[in-house]
């Protein structure tokens, strides 16, 4: 009896709760965290924060549209995921260019045509991407530029916003031998549907 109350108290005082039985390729968070204020824009100019966040389940993955592999794999298997939920006004998909210098609102939209376009590509400057990146857990860096190219390293991890604006979970990617990084569309799939229910 006394085990009974004192896991019925860390419940009620610390909010730990049972997790979902996720795969090994999720960091579920009991307790989401709160995302700092932020602000970018979107490909048609437009200011997204924290607000842009609500009411939705939001998937967020950083890139670049120069990237030559991991982010059109990874864009492909959202696009998958994003047509694949039924309802699809309760979940919203962000690409989130760290490579501000080149990837413009008009080369962002043309981008996420090929993609799905009801998808939010934004960016910003590094002043407000850099803190924004990192409170996610996530990171990028700009590779010295030779000769006028350069690549950008990033995460190939995907966010996971609750409809209260809170980071929820991190989805891994999967690392094989002679392959880049990315998410597996299908587990993701299973994975986001049984933290939604």
Not at 14 to 34: D, I, N, R
Not at 151 to 180: M, R, W
Request: proline residues 6%; contains cysteine.
């Amino acid at each position: 009896m006394k085990r009974i109350i004192v896991i019925v108290l860390a419940v009620m005082l610390f909010g730990c709760g049972q997790a979902p039985e996720v795969s090994e390729k999720v960091v579920w968070y009991p307790t989401p965290k709160a995302v700092k204020h932020f602000e970018l824009q979107d490909q048609y100019g437009e200011t997204v924060s924290n607000q842009d966040f609500a009411d939705k389940w939001n998937l967020l993955f950083l890139g670049y549209t120069s990237c030559p592999d991991i982010c059109p794999m990874t864009l492909l298997k959202l696009t998958h995921v994003y047509q694949s939920v039924e309802n699809k006004d309760s979940l919203q998909v962000w690409f989130v260019s760290v490579d501000p210098n080149r990837d413009t609102k008009d080369k962002r939209l043309a981008y996420i045509k090929h993609f799905e376009p009801a998808f939010k590509a934004v960016s910003g400057d590094h002043a407000a991407l850099f803190p924004f990146v990192r409170d996610l857990g996530l990171i990028y860096a700009i590779n010295q530029e030779q000769k006028g190219e350069y690549y950008v390293d990033h995460s190939a991890s995907v966010a996971l916003i609750n409809p209260d604006g809170q980071l929820e979970a991190i989805f891994k990617p999967s690392y094989a031998e002679g392959t880049v990084p990315t998410i597996d569309d299908k587990l993701l799939l299973k994975d986001l549907e049984k933290i939604i229910n």
